[in-house]
């Protein structure tokens, strides 16, 4: 880990750098007894292990061991006097199931409430769980679900996600569509782009590399790599995040009609640029006001004007950290713009929980700006006199969305990457509707906007068995090229 990471934080500190009160916090940072002073708590994927013969609870039909297989996906706090440091956390999964997704809820049998659903979703939606579910949550993982329990309630209630949609083809008809390009030996495809030719798709995988897709008969090529002192006996070929760092880890990818220019939003190596031949990318920008970038992520271009709008997650955790900016609830994040011309990077909104996806609009008018944590889109206006950003929502969602991207039409494809969910039709008001409980049909993966909000079409995900994980949803001559963080290939559908 960074040594930012592991250094210890005082409560008090990081109420403040998280915007939170005392209250809201302190279940998961108060001090265990006072005889006990070092404690540690792991929490671990809930395919980690074999489960009881009882399997926890008396609403099953059978009582037979059932095991599961490995998972390394762990997060350790260690607790010091009235601090806390995590002194190790891996974010990746490693376990191989029979389901084709990740899944919290392990039987159908099990009766449980609206308030444990919603606890159990929230560890599902986190992308690691604790070892012991329902009725043997650990207690200290129960406190940090309830301290938090409360924030998502509200953002379920306060907010109106009841819009109508126009689905896609449901279920098989929808994939006889799809088609997969592999990528070789990495994973990751987080972006997709086209050059000025409409050549590729490109993406940034997870070893560091910007690769070039030339058709079946050729195959993927190298095409930039963020930095001349990526070290290739090392990178190359790599899917471990604690080498970002050090090969580098693309996420935002567009390019420049103008100049066919490619600019690269690489986590760690900030805001880069590459010319329409490839080779070394250049770094354009690390900081703005004196704060070094963390988590650089997305980005967009006004091609009239040179300025590249871009996000930065977060300023205290890294990508390979990205699940303790969502359990903190980290409101640390920076809507940024470069100005090509003039070399300079100007924060225009500070504060944000996880921005994630950038998109322009067609007449570059106004910006939509994925706000991760609180599962919603914000619209900034550009056409503003003034220097004040001040946003406005664009779009509540029932999943936590990624990537935006604006097709030729001016219409944008928001990715949906985490939880289960459902978009209602008009009508649907129930709250057992509203939540993301698993055991619904509708799954949707994306969802299309035209410029005034209005749902045009949804793309269903169809429980994960195709669509799983999805970062972007790309649009580009009758097809939808989907892009994800972990997955080992690009996904392609005929619409």
Request: hydrophobic share 35%.
């Amino acid at each position: 880990m960074d040594k930012e990471t592991t250094n210890t934080i005082n409560k008090d500190q990081l109420c403040r750098r998280l915007e939170f009160t005392e209250d809201d916090i302190l279940p998961s940072i108060e001090p265990m007894e006072e005889q006990n002073l070092e404690q540690d708590k792991v929490f671990c994927c809930s395919c980690q292990g074999t489960r009881r013969n009882d399997k926890r609870d008396d609403n099953v039909k059978s009582h037979s061991p059932e095991t599961r297989f490995g998972c390394l996906a762990v997060l350790k706090v260690s607790r010091y006097d009235d601090k806390l440091r995590v002194t190790k956390f891996i974010a990746e999964h490693t376990h191989a199931l029979a389901s084709p997704r990740k899944r919290m809820f392990l039987r159908s049998q099990r009766a449980i409430n609206l308030p444990q659903a919603v606890e159990l979703e929230i560890a599902d939606c986190s992308g690691i769980a604790p070892k012991e579910s329902v009725g043997s949550c650990a207690s200290i993982t129960m406190k940090i679900f309830h301290s938090f329990k409360l924030l998502f309630f509200v953002l379920f209630l306060s907010q109106n996600i009841i819009q109508s949609f126009q689905q896609l083809p449901e279920g098989d008809d929808l994939h006889k569509k799809y088609y997969q390009i592999d990528l070789p030996q990495v994973t990751g495809p987080e972006s997709i782009a086209f050059d000025c030719k409409n050549q590729g798709p490109y993406v940034g995988v997870s070893d560091g590399r910007i690769l070039k897709w030339q058709g079946p008969n050729l195959g993927w090529k190298e095409f930039a790599i963020p930095s001349s002192d990526r070290d290739r006996k090392l990178c190359d070929g790599s899917t471990n995040p604690d080498l970002e760092p050090t090969c580098g880890r693309p996420l935002g990818l567009k390019f420049n009609s103008a100049t066919c220019d490619l600019f690269i939003a690489d986590a760690y190596f900030g805001l880069l640029l590459v010319g329409r031949s490839g080779g070394v990318a250049q770094q354009l920008a690390t900081s703005a006001e004196g704060v070094p970038f963390k988590f650089t992520n997305a980005l967009d271009i006004d091609t009239n004007t040179g300025v590249v709008y871009f996000t930065d997650s977060s300023i205290i955790f890294q990508r390979r950290h990205y699940f303790l900016s969502t359990i903190t609830f980290d409101r640390s994040g920076r809507l940024l713009k470069y100005n090509f011309r003039t070399k300079e990077v100007t924060v225009l909104y500070k504060g944000l929980a996880f921005p994630n996806g950038v998109a322009l609009s067609k007449d570059n008018s106004f910006l939509l700006v994925a706000e991760t944590t609180k599962m919603r889109i914000l619209k900034f206006n550009l056409d503003s006199t003034t220097d004040s950003y001040t946003p406005e929502q664009f779009a509540q969602l029932p999943k936590m969305p990624d990537n935006i991207k604006r097709n030729d039409k001016g219409e944008f494809w928001v990715a949906l990457n985490s939880g289960r969910g459902r978009i209602q039709n008009e009508g649907e008001t129930k709250l057992s509707s509203e939540t993301t409980i698993p055991w619904f049909t509708l799954d949707p993966v994306g969802v299309k906007y035209d410029q005034e909000g209005k749902i045009m079409k949804q793309l269903d995900g169809n429980g994960g068995i195709r669509f799983d994980s999805v970062s972007e949803v790309e649009e580009l001559n009758g097809k939808l090229y989907i892009g994800s963080v972990v997955k080992p290939y690009v996904g392609v559908l005929y619409t």
